[in-house]
């Protein structure tokens, strides 16, 4: 059988009673966040949502997004992914899952699971178990090969020569 994420989605009409499934009132913020975020795979910040809220005449403070995000987040509706320190990013997708990260635009692409395969693991610390294994593969641009002529090559820097005044 193969993967979909789709899969762990719940249809947009049953997002209601998935809040109630997850012990949480289905309030008319909680249904709208998770509209946004729940109709189909995607990764979105706290922001992102304030955005669309906004856009569509919802007027909602920031932290009543961020609350019902943490909220959604604690009750395993959303999964929140840190990379970035600076601002979560809310994944709709609630199995674990793997993610390429774009370090410029900060975007994150989900890895299906069935194409990465780890061959050695360490032991775990004393008493511990593993949670879960989740891979994070950061992406830059391609940066140009380095050539002779490029402007770093130091056959074509110019050095001064150093004055030392007269020759005696
Ligand atoms: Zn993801």
Do not use: C, W
Not at 35 to 57: S, W
Not at 61 to 88: C, F, H, M, W
């Amino acid at each position: 059988m193969s993967f979909k994420y789709t899969d762990t989605l719940p249809p947009p009409v049953r997002i209601a009673h998935e809040l109630h499934r997850h012990g949480l009132k289905p309030t008319k913020q909680r249904l709208r966040i998770a509209e946004i975020l729940m109709n189909e795979p995607t990764h979105m910040t706290a922001d992102q949502i304030l955005t669309v809220l906004r856009r569509d005449g919802d007027h909602v403070s920031k932290a009543t997004v961020y609350n019902t995000l943490k909220v959604l987040a604690q009750r395993g509706l959303v999964r929140q992914i840190n990379i970035d320190p600076e601002r979560a990013v809310y994944d709709s997708t609630r199995i674990p899952h793997h993610h390429f990260y774009d370090l410029e635009t900060g975007e994150l692409y989900d890895i299906n699971p069935s194409e990465i395969e780890f061959s050695r693991f360490p032991a775990l610390p004393e008493g511990m178990e593993a949670d879960g294994v989740e891979l994070v593969i950061k992406l830059r641009k391609k940066r140009p090969a380095p050539t002779d002529s490029g402007p770093m090559a130091l056959s074509s820097m110019k050095f001064d020569p150093i004055d030392r005044g007269p020759a005696e």
